[in-house]
């Protein structure tokens, strides 16, 4: 049997994890940003995202999804290998 999401919800985060959906999403406050490296910041064209569920980040431009890293506190591990 298939699990079926409830209606409305969209999952988002590109990573797929189980709490990724749009209500768990949001901007990077200030001090997080400042544990994000500088050279996968210039990168980024569209909106930088942060997963509060898995605490991915990632560039969302619309239905294309890049996953820079995961940041947890003052941490900041860059993605290793592809996800998704």
Not at 29 to 47: H, Q, R
Not at 70 to 81: H, I, M, N, S
């Amino acid at each position: 049997m298939a699990r079926r999401e409830p209606p409305g919800l969209i999952k988002l985060c590109p990573t797929k994890c189980n709490g990724g959906y749009a209500y768990n999403q949001r901007k990077p406050y200030e001090g997080e940003l400042a544990n994000i490296p500088t050279d996968n910041l210039w990168m980024v064209k569209g909106s930088l995202k942060y997963c509060t569920y898995c605490h991915a980040v990632y560039e969302d431009r619309g239905s294309y999804k890049r996953l820079l890293g995961f940041l947890e506190g003052d941490k900041f591990e860059e993605r290793k290998g592809i996800v998704g």
